[in-house]
């Protein structure tokens, strides 16, 4: 049994897609490779314009981070403005802060107006200082924030202590504008409504190699080929195959296990708002409630290593710091998924070729990036009009040292975690 095979989500998840395999030769408008939240919405997208459209995803819908994550549709990136404004100019920085400030309202409207069985609560998300430098930095980010005109207030540490149930933090940034979701449920949903407006969703079909041909783009499978206008490709971290159009970033894993549901007493003393949390730790930490009322907590490592058993001792632990009366609650399953991680923070687009686009890199901001840019995207290369685009698009985009600074993330997060699990 795979280590996906754990996930809460995957046990969990009620959204089912018609899957049409793919058999001989097809020809469509946009080809889309890749089933996560970016390639579903620019699926979406297309097919709702009237487009012919084809799907093609190596694995299962979801397979990849955006069936994984924590679950949190928030608003903007990791970075503050100010720093999105520093990579990007003002102008390009601007637009693309606004856009992501809308982003969880576009996720919550796709779940309303396609009935997306995927838990949605609209209550906040909470950014937890976890020491007083940690209070300085959601200082920082609540006043540049909140000169964007964002709705966000800082919190003080008792009202943290009443919003999370949690005496551990210093203080909290709560942001009214996100909230959580049952991920996996979401990207199916996302792939089920595509399905119903006319998209061929095709999985279990990996994308063997794919050239560009007398003004179409020819994509080989083992099942098929797929001759196509334009092309997304939105394999994210996810990429197999295909190394000329391989993204580079940097690999970040990040688990996550959960409780049995809790007791309603248990349940009421914590988050009983309902938001999703993460801290201001330089080696993260989530929690979040689900539908049914399990615990889940989260941090950066691979589970896949040998790491896997610090990490997991490290969670236990964390646990009990963060909320004493689940000192006793087992955390028996676990699961990973993998990050996109680039060198500024800040999402790419490159361009592969004529009328052909691959996103990546949305350094664990998945759901709300990865749907407004798969819908701009497809927008952008239906009317071929670049200007649509949320971040200019650049012909190649290249990290340095990606291996080591892997190793170095993994090797960080597992020593971290063994020493706070030991003392």
């Given at each position: 049994m795979s280590d996906h095979d754990q996930s809460l989500w995957?046990?969990?998840?009620?959204?089912?897609?018609?899957?049409?395999?793919?058999?001989?030769?097809?020809?469509?408008?946009?080809?889309?490779?890749?089933?996560?939240?970016?390639?579903?919405?620019?699926?979406?997208?297309?097919?709702?314009?009237?487009?012919?459209?084809?799907?093609?995803?190596?694995?299962g819908i979801g397979h990849g981070g955006s069936g994984r994550n924590v679950g949190l549709a928030n608003a903007g990136l990791w970075l503050p403005p100010e720093d999105i404004r520093a990579h990007l100019g003002k102008r390009a920085?601007?637009?693309?802060?606004?856009?992501?400030?809308?982003?969880?309202?576009?996720?919550?409207?796709?779940i309303e107006r396609h009935g997306i069985d995927c838990d949605?609560?609209?209550?906040?998300t909470l950014h937890c200082a976890h020491s007083a430098s940690g209070l300085q930095d959601l200082q920082r980010r609540h006043a540049q924030l909140s000169a964007t005109g964002a709705p966000v207030k800082l919190l003080?540490?008792?009202?943290?202590?009443?919003?999370?149930?949690?005496?551990?933090?210093?203080?909290?940034?709560?942001?009214?504008?996100?909230?959580?979701?049952?991920?996996?449920?979401?990207?199916?949903?996302?792939?089920?409504?595509?399905a119903e407006a006319g998209a061929r969703i095709v999985t279990q079909c990996p994308v063997q190699s794919m050239k560009y041909d007398n003004g179409q783009w020819v994509l080989k499978t083992p099942h098929g080929s797929v001759r196509a206008?334009?092309?997304?490709?939105?394999?994210?971290?996810?990429?197999?195959?295909?190394?000329?159009?391989?993204?580079?970033?940097?690999?970040?894993?990040?688990?996550?296990?959960?409780?049995?549901?809790?007791?309603?007493?248990?349940?009421?003393?914590?988050?009983p708002g309902g938001?999703?949390?993460?801290?201001?730790?330089?080696v993260m930490t989530s929690?979040?409630?689900?539908?049914?009322?399990?615990?889940?907590?989260?941090?950066?490592?691979d589970l896949g290593q040998a790491g896997r058993a610090v990490h997991a001792a490290w969670c236990r632990r964390k646990l009990a710091e963060l909320f004493p009366q689940?000192?006793?609650?087992?955390?028996?399953?676990?699961?990973?998924?993998?990050?996109?991680?680039?060198?500024?923070?800040?999402?790419?687009?490159?361009?592969?070729?004529?009328?052909?686009?691959?996103?990546?890199?949305y350094s664990g901001r998945g759901i709300g990036p990865g749907t407004v840019f798969g819908r701009l995207m497809a927008e952008s290369l239906l009317q071929d009009d670049p200007s649509l685009l949320p971040v200019p698009a650049v012909p190649e985009y290249r990290e340095s040292w990606t291996a080591l600074r892997r190793a170095y993330f993994e090797t960080g997060a597992t020593l971290m975690h063994l020493i706070k699990a030991r003392f």
């Open positions: 995957l046990k969990t998840c009620r959204e089912h897609v018609e899957d049409r395999p793919l058999s001989g030769d097809l020809t469509v408008d946009l080809a889309v490779i890749g089933g996560g939240y970016t390639g579903c919405s620019a699926a979406l997208t297309a097919a709702q314009a009237g487009a012919s459209v084809c799907l093609l995803e190596a694995q920085g601007d637009r693309l802060i606004d856009l992501l400030a809308a982003a969880p309202a576009d996720v919550f409207d796709l949605p609560v609209r209550n906040g003080p540490a008792d009202q943290a202590t009443q919003r999370t149930g949690s005496a551990a933090f210093h203080g909290a940034l709560f942001d009214p504008r996100a909230g959580t979701i049952h991920p996996l449920g979401y990207v199916r949903g996302l792939a089920r409504a595509a206008k334009s092309v997304i490709q939105a394999t994210n971290a996810y990429h197999q195959g295909l190394q000329d159009t391989a993204p580079d970033y940097v690999p970040v894993y990040y688990f996550q296990f959960f409780t049995a549901p809790l007791s309603d007493n248990l349940r009421a003393s914590i988050l938001e999703g949390c993460w801290d201001t730790g330089l929690f979040r409630m689900d539908a049914e009322g399990r615990l889940i907590i989260g941090g950066m490592g689940l000192a006793d609650q087992p955390l028996t399953e676990g699961w990973h998924g993998r990050i996109a991680m680039t060198s500024d923070h800040i999402p790419k687009i490159t361009q592969i070729g004529p009328n052909a686009l691959s996103a990546h890199g």
